[in-house]
């Protein structure tokens, strides 16, 4: 499994990383595959092709709530944690807070923390702050697990950034203001959109925290389909996963061809 003498991967190399990689998109396949069977019951292969539970997902008003609700969640938490992040990363790596190190380990720790305890912890403080129930505590629960995102990416981008280019526009006159905008911020947009398009599908895929938090009228689709799935699998559950799993495959072959992220990931 050694690689060759002109730096390429050997054979065993090359074979292990694609039955890992095709053992990593079998259960994908699967859920594709059911999601188009013409039972009322999940099986593999499919039995006939229909469209048929794409449709029920798509007049459903309970799933057209739910993916309603998760939208709003992940586009606002992703935005909230794009302007907070940003900010904080460009304090965090101009060294403009006293303690720059330990603050970064501290807005690091949601993606070290079990989501459990975060879920529970939050369950805990928003029940004596009066914040559960609402869809602004909801929000800012998952501003918390996606600003790590951003400050990691930003501080990512920001690190590999010729400063002469900022302080040369400075010098032109730009006001500090003016040099982030114009020159800074272009300059680290890719990284800065891999970090937005992982907050965005966390906070989009989150139920550890979601679950404790929302209340009886509210529900997003992670928690839906949780719920569903206790209850009895049918081809609407694959149906609805299909159509995430495409969703987020197109965004994330648009943003890779206009910003190529994966550079940053």
């Known amino acids: 499994m050694s690689a060759d ?5 050997g054979p065993g190399v090359t074979l292990t990383a694609f039955a890992v990689i095709v053992f990593l998109q079998v259960p994908v396949v699967v859920v594709i ?8 019951y999940l099986t593999i292969p499919p039995q006939g092709l229909t469209l048929a539970w794409f449709g029920k997902v798509l007049s459903d008003p309970a799933y057209l709530s739910a993916i309603r609700m998760s939208l709003i969640l992940a586009c606002g938490s992703t935005v909230i944690s794009l302007v907070l992040g940003v900010a904080a990363a460009f304090a965090l790596f101009r060294k403009a807070v006293p303690g720059s190190e330990a603050i ?3 807005l ?3 993606l070290v923390l079990p989501a459990v305890v975060i879920g529970v912890a939050l369950l805990q403080y928003f029940s ?10 909801l929000l800012m629960a998952h501003v918390v697990i996606t600003v790590p995102y951003i400050v990691r990416s930003a501080l990512a981008s920001l690190s590999g950034l010729d ?3 900022e302080e040369a526009a400075r010098v032109l006159g730009a006001s500090g203001f003016a040099a982030f905008r114009l020159v800074t911020l272009p300059l680290i947009a890719p990284g800065l959109v891999a970090g937005a398009l992982f907050a965005f599908i966390t906070s989009l895929d989150n139920v550890p925290v979601t679950i404790f938090l929302i209340t009886g009228s509210q529900t997003t689709l992670p928690v839906l389909i949780f719920t569903s799935v206790e209850m009895g699998i049918d081809p609407s559950v694959a ?6 799993i495409v969703a987020t495959g197109i965004v994330l072959l648009l943003a890779e061809r206009r910003f190529g992220f994966h550079r940053f990931v």
């Open 5 to 9: 003498t002109d730096g390429r991967p």
């Open 33 to 40: 595959l059911a999601a188009f069977s013409t039972t009322s």
């Open 104 to 106: 970064t380990s501290f």
């Open 108 to 110: 690091m720790a949601p």
């Open 128 to 137: 004596l702050t009066g914040l559960r129930g609402g869809l602004f505590g």
């Open 163 to 165: 400063l002469a280019v």
């Open 239 to 244: 149906a609805v996963s299909t159509l995430l």
